[in-house]
């Protein structure tokens, strides 16, 4: 076992934490039976076990024992105005009062898609699916359609949810149970456009596209560097190749989504998380010429289906959540999580951490390492027995983080509970140091 200062304090949290949740322990000794490692959603675990969340309500979560947390990742980013929005639970129950799902197109379909159409200038036409999965995988298979080419490159560590091809090289030196190394895929760092250019000459005209995130999301809020993503796009339309760019986390960052705020323009953009109000989601879109291969009776047409596609609840979430992010909203979310970064990069520099925080708009990573962060290597390589115990502490006061260091704002989270939030880190940092 572990001596170091982390280890030490770890164990004092889990213990604590223990004590905290029996209920959720026990819990989780029942869902052993039936889940594999007792749970049936892989992000949401972290030893001894996760909290079972029983209410939610704005930016509060309640536990089974009764604990009371400020959420601060909102689903890993998807609850963007927050939990039990009225205008949101009063139309998801308007709708499916009225319209369960059905094997026919559904008031709300055109509307929602209208919508996102008017706000990402690089999609005229999209198709809905239920997950962000399904976005990267329908995507990938419209470019190698169009361009009929097999090769697709990704950045190693880039998360495109969990479709096997693009879980290729998730993690540096490493290839997750179940995806072949056979895969027509290639890799490049984050942040490398030399290894991009090299990597295009090498396909030569066999490459159909690059998928990247405008900011890596799982790597932990890993931001571009001046020149990557204008490179990316200029070499790839040199290539011949389409460029798609996920912003199923990204999108967030304003009323285009990343894209905008950044400056490029992809050929095809996969979206997912707010788009559907906390309902299951996910889109792909792009030119009307491109999406042109998902047209039934299209000559090699691509099929993209699937019997919850556009459901009329997901519909009406996904517009009442658009509506509410207004210029307005997208401001407010800016400036708390400006107000939650320099918090953190504040109390780190105070208690002489060796940590740094990585943040845009409304999304706030936290790293224990001080090597620079301009890929996913840098981030993978941080102590994860000190961020463990980090994460841990700050659940045991109140505060609802990813177990990488992810914090996520919302519409609705005040001022108050950000100075809350960097008050409890503090208290952590100066633990851990």
Partial sequence: MSTTPAAQLLERERKVFEQRTPVSGERFARAQAVFPGGDTRAATFYAPYPATIAETAGTRLVDVDGNEYIDMLFNYTSMIVGHAHPSITDAVTRTFSRTTPVAAPVIGQI????????RVSSVEQLRFVNSGTEATMGATRIARAATE??????TIGGYHGSFPDLDYWLRPDRFPAGVPDSSPLRVIPYNDPDALEAVLGECGEGCAALIIEPVMGTAGVILPTDDFLSAARELTHAAGALLIVDEVITFRLGRGGAQQRLGIEPDLTTLGKVIGGGLP????????????VLTPGAEKAVSLSGTFNGNAATMAAGLATLELLDDEAF???????DRLADGLRTAIARHGAPAQVTSIGSLVNIHFTEEKLLDAGASLAADAETAAAFHLGLLNR?????????????????EAEIDQTVEVAGEMLAALA
């Fill in 281 to 292: 989601v996910g889109a792909v879109g792009g030119s009307a010429s491109l999406m042109q």
């Fill in 149 to 154: 080419r097999d090769i697709v490159i990704k």
């Fill in 398 to 414: 109140g505060i609802f983080i990813a177990t990488r260091g992810l914090f996520a704002v919302s519409t609705v989270t005040t």
């Fill in 111 to 118: 509307e929602l898609a209208e919508e996102i159409v008017r």
């Fill in 331 to 337: 401001a407010r979310l800016d400036v708390l999580g």
